[in-house]
């Protein structure tokens, strides 16, 4: 089935896949490249330099400027704004603008602004007008004007929803992480936290380090390690922890003591909702070492063979 342009469109590429519906007033410029079963709605401008994959939908009022790749099952909304040079002037000679990606399965709010040389990640969600000033983790959800993260979205399969409790037995199929009982004996004198490492840590511990002062919209983490054993505890205050195996994913919270979440090697795992006392120690298995994270998460899937 070929591309069906309106009328009223003007399309000069010629790389456009099948079944690609183009709506009144679109104009399509010669290099630019569109995928299978996109759906581009009316008044949409899209650049030479531009890639977009399959089943893309984009809404009313959008423009799409060089530098853009746009992956396969993204929605972006009426009136997103995208730029692609941040220091822009009038007469200035051609150069090579930033490249903004916009990974498979993400969606992109009305009105929201995505500044130059932005990543948004896989599955991730840009509220309804949003900033964008930095990169967006998988999965995230972002709000706000710098756009803040406000949550994770849940798996696509309602029965792979996880609860979000530090208290809850996690099901099998999150592989490479596990709920940690610590020793906590409380009377009128406060509280004491008791760790046996030989006996509820199941890793021999070669580091420990604290995480305090974060600011409540910062995120820690967003790594994954490929040999480290990790133990994360919250002595004060709370944490949320986001974790992904590369096929199913779950959410906690950390507020007691006595409750820690074991990170595995290979686990993706992110700490965000710091609340403003919060003191997070983390017991690890190894000593520091740059080459033992995968800090991007595309490159972490691909370490694990997970197809698309």
């Given at each position: 089935m070929s591309p069906i342009p309106h009328p009223t469109a003007d399309v000069q590429s010629s790389r456009i896949g099948a079944g690609t519906r183009i709506w009144q007033h679109v104009v399509v410029l010669p290099r630019a490249s569109i995928g299978r079963d996109c759906n581009l709605c009316a008044h949409v401008f899209i650049e030479n330099d531009v890639q977009i994959g399959d089943r893309v939908t984009i809404k009313c009022g959008v423009q799409l400027w060089d530098g853009l790749v746009v992956e396969d099952d993204v929605f972006i909304g009426p009136n997103a704004t995208f730029t692609n040079d941040r220091f822009p002037r009038s007469c200035r000679p051609p150069e090579t603008f930033l490249r903004?990606?916009?990974?498979?399965?993400?969606?992109?709010?009305?009105n929201a602004t995505i500044l130059p040389g932005i990543e948004i990640g896989r599955e991730a969600m840009v509220a309804a007008g949003a900033v964008v000033t930095r990169d967006v983790p998988a999965h995230a959800i972002v709000r706000g004007n710098p756009a803040r993260?406000?949550?994770?979205?849940?798996?696509?399969?309602?029965?792979?929803?996880?609860?979000?409790?530090?208290?809850?037995?996690?099901?099998?199929?999150?592989?490479?992480?596990?709920?940690?009982?610590?020793?906590?004996?409380?009377?009128?004198?406060?509280?004491?936290?008791?760790?046996?490492?030989?006996?509820?840590?199941?890793?021999?511990?070669?580091?420990?380090?604290?995480?305090?002062?974060?600011?409540?919209?910062?995120?820690?983490?967003?790594?994954?390690?490929?040999?480290?054993?990790?133990?994360?505890?919250?002595?004060?205050?709370?944490?949320?922890?986001?974790?992904?195996?590369?096929?199913?994913?779950?959410?906690?919270?950390?507020?007691?003591?006595?409750?820690?979440?074991?990170?595995?090697?290979?686990?993706?795992?992110?700490?965000?909702?710091?609340?403003?006392?919060?003191?997070?120690?983390?017991?690890?298995?190894?000593?520091?070492?740059?080459?033992?994270?995968i800090r991007d998460y595309e490159t972490y899937l691909r370490f694990l063979d997970v197809r698309a």
């Open positions: 903004t990606v916009i990974r498979r399965g993400a969606s992109i709010g009305a993260i406000s949550g994770y979205v849940e798996d696509r399969d309602p029965a792979r929803i996880l609860p979000v409790s530090g208290a809850q037995p996690l099901p099998a199929e999150l592989q490479g992480v596990s709920i940690v009982s610590l020793t906590r004996a409380t009377d009128l004198r406060g509280d004491l936290l008791a760790v046996e490492f030989a006996r509820q840590i199941s890793f021999p511990v070669a580091r420990v380090f604290c995480v305090t002062n974060v600011p409540s919209h910062h995120v820690r983490g967003e790594h994954a390690h490929k040999e480290c054993h990790q133990l994360l505890v919250c002595l004060q205050g709370s944490v949320r922890v986001a974790a992904d195996n590369g096929r199913h994913r779950g959410e906690w919270v950390l507020d007691r003591p006595e409750t820690g979440l074991h990170i595995h090697p290979k686990v993706w795992a992110a700490q965000y909702q710091y609340s403003p006392n919060a003191v997070l120690v983390v017991f690890a298995s190894h000593p520091y070492d740059a080459a033992d994270y």
